[in-house]
């Protein structure tokens, strides 16, 4: 099975796509953002200072971010996965060149600003990972408020706001989308209109896996 790697601007459903992807394949999903979240709850010193970075909507230094990934990917010993959040910039895609083999595709989740900026102002997600969006009925939970999966209490995001989101998505135009063209080139990329209901885009990303 192929590893996947998801490029995508910020809510454009990566983490939902990854989700249903590790429940129909098994894959390990590595999602940097949660893992960052995970810090931040931990209350480490390290989380503290992440925290600043994230609630800004600021991207992590290059340098962390490679080194949570080495562990992770070292962690899992070979096992298929998704990489949700990771590479972020051009300087991350090099260093992960270096430590993947071929067996990879790129999809890159397209969204226009408009629709991204809708889907922060209505997403609700839990510590589980999983997000809801108040805007949509389809992606509502059950109980007003409350994790369908885990029963937990839903939040907001601290970087869910219309101040940060500015910053994640001029972040996503200045340091992300080059690696569209990045993978383009290695004739890894895959693009995939998420503007629609997750599972039509669904089908889209399983074929893609299927006939990788
Ligand atoms: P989504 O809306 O799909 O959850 P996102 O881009 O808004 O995507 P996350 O992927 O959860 O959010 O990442 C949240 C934040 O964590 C980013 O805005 C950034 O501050 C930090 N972060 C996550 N991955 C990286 C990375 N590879 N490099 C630098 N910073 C990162
Ligand atoms: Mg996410």
Redesign the pocket.
Known sequence: MKNIIFI?P??????TQSQMLKEKYGYVHI????L?RAEIASGSELGCEVKN??DK????SDEL?IDIIKSKLTEIKGKPFIL??????LN?AESLDGILDDNYETIYLELSREDAVKRIEGRLTCSCGKSYNMNDEALKPKVAGICDICGKELVKRD?DNAQAFIV?YDNFLNNTKVLIDYYKNKNKLHIVDVNRNINDIFEDISRIVAND
């Open positions: 995508a910020p809510a454009a459903g990566k983490g999602s940097t953002g949660d960052l970075i994230i909507g600021n991207l992590v971010m949700d959040g990771f590479p972020r910039t991350q970087d994640r």
